[in-house]
């Protein structure tokens, strides 16, 4: 079974920062693509970034030049360093990752629960 919990959330006055992590953990045998969307409250889900296994990113309009993407694959883990932030960067943030498991030659989607970040003066 993967699983994959993220943590780092937080509330923080506009132009502070905040960093995220979100590490998997189970019967992994390898990852591929891992990246992060957002739900702003009665908004869609929308895509933030992605870095693939090998280490290309990519970005969302609005968030591209504040936000930063990267991963530790020793960790599993997927971070996402955001910078001046506003309030409209206010959301729950989802991580995701594409993990293969051992025993199998699927590769699934697999979402973390959700860490809520709040800015706000």
């Known amino acids: 079974q993967v699983q994959l919990v993220e943590s780092g959330g937080n509330l923080v006055q506009p132009g502070g920062s905040l960093r995220l992590s979100c590490a998997a953990s189970g019967s992994i045998f390898s990852i591929n693509a891992m990246g992060w969307y957002r739900q702003a409250p009665g908004k869609q889900r929308e895509w933030v970034a992605t870095?693939?296994?090998?280490?290309?990113?990519n970005y969302a309009d609005s968030v591209k030049g504040r936000f930063t993407i990267s991963r530790d694959n020793a960790k599993n883990t997927v971070y996402l360093q955001m910078n001046s932030l506003k309030p409209e960067d206010t959301a729950v943030y989802y991580c995701?990752?594409?993990?293969?498991?051992?025993?199998?030659?699927?590769?699934?989607?697999?979402w973390g629960q959700g860490t809520q970040v709040t800015v706000s003066s």
């Open positions: 995701f990752a594409n993990i293969r498991a051992w025993g199998t030659s699927v590769v699934e989607l697999h």
């Open positions: 870095i693939t296994s090998g280490d290309f990113t």
